[in-house]
Structure formats: structure tokens, C-alpha cells
């Protein structure tokens, strides 16, 4: 454990440098801007009642907010996990520690949740406070909860994929965010039910304070799983574990050397 | 520890793609202070990622203290590394960085920042150690590595050219610190390209080119072989033809030419076989001509040319 608290501090450390957290800030502020400026700009308040209100509000806020946000920040953090070490050529020293490669991964990924989590949290205070709806903290919970599982699993998804694509992790983590999880995830079948949204979806619907009109129409039977909160959460917890074991299982086979072709 | 069989190669070979990084290597070593020569891109950088468990060999089996070195904690506790090039976090200063490497090695927090500071002095960075790496020289960054690779007293130390880097009294310095790690009989690998860099460290030598252990031996083994394959020999001397007719008459050069240096001197290259036969009679030669020798060197890169003769003779073209 004296291992994955080392990554844990020194990556959390390196993380706090003025590019580091004037992005994180930019990360908390974009959905309070965005829910200012509809606010401000926006006439939808004028034309709906206020549950119709409340669910427009809480679709923004699962687009922004878990959605967005989350998946900005995340890869941010977790995609270039391993990448980060080969560039910089310190993979060496840290892989040829015992356990190394596993506590290196484990603690990269606790770092981008972390990470990504509280950004998502201070975004989700600040811009539930400025949309002016009631039922606030039943919102800040739900989307904070919606965005902890939200970093959990983007950030097992991304470390896997930049573990298979170290020299292209963010662009292969860009594409598989638009071709499974927006594409498949919105497919009326069985592949998206190996997506994160299709549960992170499911739990924004059971959680959040939608108008029942809206819950009713046809298309939710169609894009959300059936079962309780609670088994989508043990479905999101399940997929995160087996994407972050998958990663470091590929980070152990790969043959990742620093050395160029010169050091042979 | 010297009994023990501490590195096992068992007719490994390692291909990148189609490019060769060693080849069909067979060899057994046991404890002690071991030199792995060769010129660049000979295949060291290969065999010691092979070592550590980095790399997976294409052919063989590797083993390290008995064990398979890939992703094996037993193994990883008890080897030192210290890659060839620098790596390390520029913007955490140095015993940041030891402390950090030792508590991946297990070390709670605290004891992990004494035995870096412990360490950081051991290698003269007792003054540089709270600076950021960043601002470090080649040779700090070099003696840090070093720490890293000795803090947590590994079995077996696994050095790619810890030297490259330090100035004179530098390597004087790790010189001695690594006499004093291999005396204290722990068990130590060093892949250099320069011969007299190790020599100064342990009699045992492997001669590494082109993917294979060429030949091994101890330091007057390597010698002889550096004066028994033909090697190219620049004299600089106040009378060139007479030193070429000498030696030519003596049958001691397979040819001998006059030429001019890039600096603008004129010296005899010898092609010879008989280095240590020439040096010998040298003496006599000034004393019974009056001969003044200025300067006698090898070409640059002798170790190159020692290996590729070595090659030449692994071939069969020799």
C-alpha cells in the first residue's frame, strides 16, 4: 500500500501545476457559464411549466456535468497514463519495482477519478445553484453520484485504451467516446449494454426530478436498462473493475521498453 | 551470493520486427562484478532490458536469481537498475524522486526519505539533492540515478553505462563507490562502450557485438585479444619513413602508411596484429636510432574495431 499512496501523492502533486489547475478550474466553471448564459440568453423558462422546466435543467446538467466535464477531464488524466511515462522515458524506473506497473496504473486511476470528481462536484454546486429550480439538493447528489461513477468508468476505459494506444490515447479515447458510447450506447440493442451511458443514463432517469411526460415517452423503453439503481451501480462498479484489470493486464503483457532503437 | 547462479541466458534471442536486438545467447553467470562490453548498438541496452524483465525474449529463457525477472516482484525486490538514459521527473527534485522510487519499492514514507538523503550523499548529492532535476548537470543526474538504483541494497545492480557523463573526479568517485558496493560482496552488471571505464571495477568482461557475447574473459584476456586482432595503430613520430621501414622490416605490420590527420599531422597507421609486440620494442628503437615518439593511439574507435575484427573472426573471415 506504501506503493499506490506514493503514486496516489506524487501523481496528485505533479498535478498541481498552474496549467493543471487552471484546467481543472475551466472544467468546474463551463457548466456554471453555460447555465448562466442560458439563463441569461435562453427564453425556455417563459415557455414551459416547472417540471417541464426541472427536466430540461437536469438534462443540461447530465450533459455537462458527468457527461462533459467528466469525460474532459478524464482524458486529461487517465489517457495519457502511460504515454506520459514512455515520453518522458521514466517508465524504466517505475516498472522495474515490484508490483510496479499495477500500483503505477491503480494509482494514475484513483488520481484521474479524484481528478475529475471534484471538478465535476464544484461544477455541480455552482451550477445548480445559478439555475434557480427547487428540489437543488436532491440534484447536486444525484449528479454528484452520476459523476463519480462517471469518472470511475471513463477513467478504467480511457487508462485501457491508452494502455492499447500509448502513442494515440487521447484520439483513440475521442473516437471510442463518439463510436461506442454515443454511437452504440444509443443503438436500441444488445451492444449498448456494454456501455457506460446506457447505465449512467438509466441512473440519471431513476435519480433525477423529471417530469413523469417525460419519462413516459416511448424512446426511454428503448435507451434505458431495466432493473434497479442499484444493479445499474453494480453494473457501472462491475465494467469499471474489469476495464481497469484489463488495462493493467495489458500494461504487464506489453512490452513497454523507453529505450529507442539506438539503446539496443 | 557468489555461489548462487545470478543471471542465466539459455540460447535467448530478441527481435524488434525484423531488426536483431540479440542473438541465440547462451551464457551462465554467477555472483561477483561482471563488464558487459560493446559499441553502440551492440545489443548491452537489450540484454539488461532482457535482465529486468522488460523485454520478453522472442526465443530462450532468461532467468535473474533463478527466477523469470518479468513482472516478478521477488526478482524486482532484489535488482538495482539504472537505465542508460535519464528519465526521471525534471520538475521534483532529486531526493523527491529517490524517496518516491523507494516507496514503490515498499518503504513506508518516512524511512524512504532517510534512505534516499542517505543515499543522495553517498553519491556526493548531499548539496544538489532539494534542487529540481531540471537544473541538475549530466553528471547529478547520473549520480542520482545511481541512488535510485542503490537505495533499497539490491542483490544484483544492473548499470547501463553509469559513467557516461562524469567528469574525472566524478567517476573517480563512483568508481570508488562501486568497488566498495561489489566488496561488500553484492553482485553488479555494468554494459559500457569504453574498456577502461570498468576495467578499473571488475576482471570479468563480456565482449558483446551484433546480438552475440563474442567472447568473455577477465581484463588481461581483453587485452590480449585488443593486441592480437588486427588493429589500426597511429605513431606520430620525428621520423616517419625510418619508424615504417622498421617495423615492416621486423615483420611486425601487415602494412604501414604515412598520412595526414584531420589536425594536420603526419603519422604512420599501422595495420598490425602484434600491438604488444611493437610497444615492447619501441623502447630500443629510440635508443638505437634516435626515434622520437610524440603520440601512439589506436584509431578513435578502437573497441569498435576490436569487435568488428571480432566479428570478422566469429564469421570465419579471420
Redesign the interface.
Given at each position: 500500500m506504501?506503493?499506490l499512496?506514493?503514486?496516489f501523492v506524487?501523481e496528485w502533486?505533479?498535478s498541481l501545476?498552474a496549467g493543471r489547475i487552471a484546467w481543472w478550474f475551466a472544467m468546474a466553471a463551463f457548466p456554471v457559464l453555460i447555465t448562466i448564459l442560458i439563463r441569461t440568453l435562453g427564453d425556455f423558462e417563459s415557455h414551459n411549466d416547472i417540471a417541464a422546466q426541472k427536466s430540461v435543467w437536469s438534462v443540461i446538467f447530465y450533459a455537462l456535468i458527468p457527461g462533459v466535464c467528466v469525460a474532459l477531464s478524464v482524458l486529461l488524466t487517465a489517457a495519457p497514463a502511460v504515454a506520459a511515462e514512455l515520453e518522458?522515458?521514466?517508465?524504466?524506473?517505475?516498472?522495474?519495482?515490484?508490483?510496479?506497473?499495477f500500483?503505477?496504473l491503480l494509482g494514475k486511476f484513483l488520481v484521474s477519478v479524484t481528478w475529475a470528481a471534484t471538478a465535476a462536484w464544484m461544477g455541480t454546486i455552482l451550477s445548480v445553484g445559478a439555475c434557480g429550480m427547487d428540489e437543488q439538493v436532491r440534484m447536486i447528489l444525484s449528479l454528484s453520484a452520476l459523476s463519480l461513477l462517471s469518472a470511475t468508468a471513463y477513467s478504467a476505459v480511457y487508462l485501457l485504451v491508452g494502455t492499447i494506444f500509448p502513442k494515440r490515447a487521447m484520439v483513440f479515447c475521442m473516437l471510442y467516446t463518439v463510436l461506442v458510447e454515443l454511437v452504440f450506447g444509443s443503438i436500441p440493442a444488445i451492444i449498448n449494454r456494454i456501455t457506460v451511458q446506457f447505465r449512467l443514463r438509466t441512473l440519471f432517469v431513476n435519480w433525477m426530478p423529471l417530469d413523469q411526460r417525460m419519462k413516459d415517452e416511448d424512446v426511454f423503453q428503448y435507451v434505458l436498462a431495466e432493473g434497479s439503481s442499484f444493479m445499474q451501480c453494480f453494473w457501472l462498479i462491475a465494467l469499471s473493475v474489469l476495464f481497469l484489470v484489463a488495462g493493467i493486464v495489458v500494461a504487464?503483457r506489453k512490452?513497454?521498453?523507453?529505450?529507442t532503437?539506438?539503446?539496443? | 551470493m557468489s555461489a548462487e547462479v545470478t543471471i542465466q541466458f539459455q540460447n535467448v534471442t530478441k527481435l524488434?520486427g525484423r531488426?536483431l536486438?540479440v542473438n541465440d545467447i547462451t551464457l551462465e553467470l554467477g555472483g561477483g562484478a561482471y563488464g558487459l562490453l560493446g559499441p553502440?548498438?551492440?545489443?548491452k541496452?537489450?540484454l539488461l532490458?532482457l535482465l529486468?524483465?522488460?523485454?520478453?525474449p522472442t526465443r530462450g529463457t532468461v532467468r535473474v536469481l533463478g527466477m523469470n525477472p518479468r513482472?516478478n516482484?521477488?526478482v524486482?525486490?532484489r535488482?538495482g537498475?539504472c537505465?542508460?538514459?535519464?528519465?526521471?521527473?525534471?520538475?521534483?527534485n532529486g531526493i523527491?524522486w529517490v524517496t518516491?522510487?523507494l516507496?514503490?519499492?515498499?518503504?513506508?514514507?518516512s524511512a524512504?526519505r532517510r534512505r534516499a538523503a542517505e543515499c543522495m550523499e553517498l553519491v556526493g548529492m548531499a548539496g544538489g539533492m532539494e534542487r529540481p532535476i531540471s537544473s541538475y548537470s549530466r553528471g547529478m543526474r547520473q549520480r542520482t540515478k545511481l541512488a535510485?538504483a542503490i537505495a533499497h541494497e539490491p542483490d544484483l545492480l544492473i548499470l547501463d553505462e553509469p559513467l557516461s557523463g562524469l567528469d574525472p573526479i566524478g567517476r573517480a568517485q563512483m568508481t570508488g563507490l562501486l568497488r566498495d558496493w561489489i566488496g561488500m560482496g553484492r553482485s553488479i552488471i555494468i554494459a559500457s562502450h569504453v574498456l577502461h571505464e570498468i576495467e578499473a571495477l571488475t576482471q570479468s568482461f563480456l565482449l558483446i557485438s551484433g546480438?552475440r557475447v563474442l567472447a568473455s574473459g577477465t581484463a588481461e584476456e581483453v587485452h590480449e585479444l585488443l593486441f592480437n586482432v588486427p588493429l589500426e595503430i597511429y605513431v606520430r613520430c620525428n621520423d616517419l619513413r625510418h619508424f615504417a621501414a622498421r617495423i615492416l622490416s621486423a615483420e611486425l605490420a601487415d602494412s604501414a602508411k604515412i598520412r595526414k590527420t584531420n589536425n594536420g599531422d603526419d603519422v604512420v597507421v599501422l595495420s598490425t596484429r602484434h600491438a604488444s609486440q611493437i610497444s615492447a620494442m619501441i623502447p630500443e628503437w629510440m635508443e638505437q636510432d634516435g626515434l622520437k615518439i610524440y603520440e601512439i593511439r589506436t584509431a578513435d574507435d578502437s573497441l569498435q574495431s576490436l569487435f568488428n575484427s571480432l566479428m570478422k573472426i566469429h564469421r570465419g573471415e579471420l
Open positions: 506504501n506503493s499512496r506514493a503514486v506524487y502533486k505533479r501545476t518522458q522515458r521514466s517508465w524504466a524506473y517505475l516498472a522495474t519495482r515490484p508490483n510496479g506497473i500500483w503505477l504487464h512490452e513497454f521498453t523507453s529505450a532503437e539506438g539503446d539496443i | 524488434y531488426v536486438g553502440n548498438g551492440a545489443g541496452s537489450t532490458n529486468t524483465g522488460q523485454l520478453l513482472n516482484p521477488t524486482l525486490r535488482i537498475f537505465p542508460g538514459f535519464e528519465g526521471m521527473y525534471a520538475s521534483i523527491t518516491y522510487l516507496e514503490m519499492q515498499g518503504f513506508s514514507h524512504a535510485q546480438g
